[in-house]
């Protein structure tokens, strides 16, 4: 359990290749070269977002983002951002859940690497990819949309979009009434209750390798068990610590 849920944590790949934005000015509707695109300022003109833009800060991907505002080799960025209602309907101690890791990979799951005017969404393929990733891939959202109306399915919850802060190429950033939970983090995983339960011993998994080196070979098959597990473990700890620098 305790792996799969490092396993979802290694979108901080991601957060080195992050966003990039060329110049637009936030408040003006007419894109200009006026100044750097600062999601920051666009969320605080909405006035209702400082939830977000504290997960965002709190995560570093706000200088991510401004730090790499003149990159030119994208298809632009789409913002999801959920309002500070969304964050407070939260089931109490959801944020604090999470590790930094799994922060970055739910900040990156309200972005798409793509600018999506709302009609865009209708030709749209699901699934969508997002940002963020972890083991199992890229983290996708299920869009269906209408002439006027845009649905975001994360296969936790579902949000629609209420408005647009801002839409410009690059950048779109709509506002949403839903934090997007993303499966990975927060989806029920049937594999870690279905196994048999023999040859599952989940908490002693640290322990695995000694223990199996001194068992005799009539119980191969459960040391190999424990040591593909602690080997899985290893990747995952090498994959996190090359992720973060
Ligand atoms: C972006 O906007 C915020 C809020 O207005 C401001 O504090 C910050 O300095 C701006 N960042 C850049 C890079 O302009
Ligand atoms: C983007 O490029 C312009 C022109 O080269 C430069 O003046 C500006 O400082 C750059 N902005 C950022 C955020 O790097
Ligand atoms: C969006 O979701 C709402 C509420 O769940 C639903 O009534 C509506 O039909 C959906 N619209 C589209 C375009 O999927
Ligand atoms: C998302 O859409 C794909 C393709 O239509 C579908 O296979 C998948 O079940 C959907 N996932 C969710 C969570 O709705």
């Known amino acids: ?59 570093q991907l706000d200088k991510q983002i401004n730090s790499q505002l003149n990159n030119s080799f994208s298809n632009g960025y789409t913002v999801f951002a959920p309002t500070d209602n969304a964050f407070n309907n939260l089931k109490s101690g959801t944020l604090n ?44 959202v299920n869009i269906t949309s209408s002439t006027n109306q845009v649905n975001i399915s994360t296969g936790v919850d579902d949000a629609t979009i209420t408005n647009t802060l801002y839409s410009s190429p690059p950048l779109a950033c709509y506002s949403i009434e839903k934090v997007l939970l993303p499966d990975d983090l927060f ?34 098959n459960s040391a190999v068990g424990t040591k593909w597990s602690s080997l899985a473990g290893l990747g995952l700890v090498g994959v996190t610590l090359s992720a973060l620098l």
């Open 97 to 140: 859940s999470l590790s930094q890791q799994q922060q970055v990979a739910l900040a990156l799951y309200h972005v798409l690497p793509q600018y999506y005017t709302t009609d865009m969404f209708q030709t749209a393929s699901n699934p969508v990819r997002t940002q963020a990733s972890g083991s199992n891939g890229v983290y996708t």
């Open 1 to 59: 359990m305790a792996s799969s849920h490092h396993a979802s944590l290694i979108s901080f790949t991601l957060l080195l290749t992050f966003l990039s934005f060329s110049n637009a000015q936030p408040a003006a509707p007419a894109p200009g070269p006026a100044g750097p695109l600062n999601i920051t300022a666009i969320l605080e003109k909405g006035g209702q977002y400082t939830s977000f833009s504290r997960l965002l800060k709190e995560t």
């Open 187 to 220: 989806g029920v995983k049937p594999p870690a209750s279905a196994p048999t339960p023999a040859s599952k011993s989940p908490k002693s998994t640290a322990d695995a390798p000694s223990e199996a080196a001194g068992t005799t070979s009539t119980t191969a």
